[in-house]
């Protein structure tokens, strides 16, 4: 009953604040698009990118209302939630052109507005005001604890922590695990030791080499300002099945702070930002996945369907929208598309489409409508054919980053030409648990370069001396099937 309560609640909760958007939208059309994605699949870059690109135009031919030159501005403005923390643009547009760094990761949830004046395709002037709000991926991870309790989360953490992939990073947490009985009196040391013993496990499986995806609780591995408080000081334990813990346990401590971090934590984000939005593009770095091999592709589809279950997707009816906003476009988009060559673009987006194909087919039937895109919102390398031996092999060329493999190898100033190799044409191929990670990436000379990152490129100017818009590919598809329609 006290269940079935809370969520009437949220519910009302919900259709209060969507009451109070649509009111807003009378005035003034909004459109909110929430940006996320799992770790190191770029969001800052990209919502930088996005910005720029309506800010200040550029190449975007895909981009109708831009390339038919229906959009007269686009600008920023003072965004709706006083209590949000806003967007570092300017910060995160001079880390790319002037010190050609990449941006820090998202660590905290941000916003901006956006108002852009258009010119519809039939006449007139209207304004769309673009409210996005980015926040990081780990926090994606809590959505489905929603509709678990500590038993549920439990068992669901301790079956993966021990399947082959995941055990030997495991080991330290599961050898303490084993020592401890539920049923003990709770202790604040212990309960501290294993949080820590487990934080380190889950830390472990995001390490680029692993590339594992399904990762709860998100704030685990960005706890921010929370850091040390009880709400993160829990972990999973072995529970006898269907028995409640005893009061004053081990146990029944954990349990609290389980709910007390889902309720205090999880909810108030689905609540106040998530379920609000409109719009979303989720970002996903498919090559780290394909780079460490089939067990990571499999943990990255099944963070995939856990996280897009949590979506309100659906087409909008005029009645329904007034109470409950939802998804009505969802866009996955395969990043850092600049590591290949061009020719296996098209395959990278059927990798990602065979790795959400299940949440795609859960959105369509709720009438949502998806696409699916392989995009660097910014360009750091270009193509160019280079000769091996008596062969010719489509390369791609930009500088990586210094201090990686060995200083005396990247300096950080120099160029370096890449093979990416071929993606194979039949994704299937690739979820083969007996396959290894895919290796294609490798220099002139063969060295296996999966991971070499590259800087963002330099500056470009006219013959005027304007700086010209960031390089990019296929962010104008992003943009037009994003907006598109509201700028028509």
Request: some cysteine; hydrophobic content about 45%.
């Amino acid at each position: 009953m006290a269940s079935w309560y809370e969520g009437l609640v949220e519910e009302a909760r919900l259709a209060a604040l969507t009451l109070l958007d649509r009111a807003e939208d009378l005035a003034s059309p909004t459109l909110r698009l929430g940006i996320t994605g799992l770790s190191r699949a770029g969001k800052t870059v990209f919502t930088t990118a996005l910005v720029h690109a309506l800010t200040r135009g550029g190449r975007l031919p895909v981009f109708e209302a831009m390339h038919e030159g229906r959009i007269a501005r686009a600008v920023l403005e003072p965004q709706p939630d006083d209590a949000v923390p806003r967007f570092a643009y300017e910060s995160h547009l001079d880390t790319l052109m002037l010190e050609r760094r990449w941006p820090e990761s998202t660590r905290r949830i941000s916003e901006l507005r956006l108002a852009i004046d258009y010119a519809p395709a039939r006449g007139g002037r209207r304004t769309l005001t673009l409210d996005i709000v980015d926040y990081p991926g780990e926090w994606l991870l809590d959505l489905p604890l929603l509709d678990q309790r500590f038993a549920d989360f439990a068992a669901t953490s301790l079956r993966l922590a021990r399947e082959p992939a995941r055990q030997a990073l495991a080991a330290p947490f599961l050898a303490a695990l084993a020592q401890v009985d539920p049923a003990a009196p709770a202790e604040e040391g212990e309960a501290r030791r294993l949080a820590a013993l487990f934080t380190d496990y889950l830390a472990a499986c995001r390490a680029e080499e692993v590339a594992m995806s399904l990762l709860p609780p998100g704030r685990f591995l960005m706890p921010g300002d929370l850091e040390g408080s009880p709400a993160l000081t829990f972990a999973p334990l072995d529970l006898p099945e269907g028995a409640e813990p005893p009061a004053g346990s081990l146990a029944a401590m954990m349990a609290r702070r389980f709910e007390a971090y889902r309720e205090r934590i999880v909810r108030p984000f689905f609540r106040d930002h998530f379920a609000r939005l409109d719009r979303q593009i989720v970002l996903i770095d498919v090559l780290a996945a394909l780079n460490a091999g089939p067990a990571a592709l499999a943990d990255l589809e099944a963070a995939l369907d856990g996280i897009l279950a949590a979506f309100r997707t659906g087409r909008n009816s005029w009645l329904g929208s007034l109470f409950r906003h939802r998804i009505d476009r969802v866009l996955f988009a395969a990043t850092k598309a600049d590591h290949l060559h061009h020719t296996s673009h098209d395959r990278l987006e059927a990798i990602l489409r065979r790795l959400v194909e299940r949440a795609l087919a859960r959105a369509s039937d709720a009438g949502a409508e998806i696409d699916v895109v392989a995009l660097a919102a910014v360009r750091a390398t270009r193509e160019a054919s280079v000769k091996r031996g008596r062969s010719e092999l489509p390369a791609i060329i930009g500088v990586p980053e210094a201090g990686q493999y060995d200083a005396a190898d990247f300096d950080g100033m120099a160029e370096a030409a890449v093979f990416p190799g071929d993606l194979p044409e039949h994704p299937g191929a690739l979820f083969d648990p007996g396959r290894g990670g895919f290796r294609g990436l490798t220099d002139a000379t063969g060295g296996d370069f999966r991971f070499l990152r590259f800087r963002p490129p330099l500056v470009e100017r006219n013959a005027e001396g304007r700086v010209l818009p960031l390089p990019h590919i296929r962010l104008d598809r992003a943009l037009q099937f994003l907006l598109g329609d509201r700028l028509r």
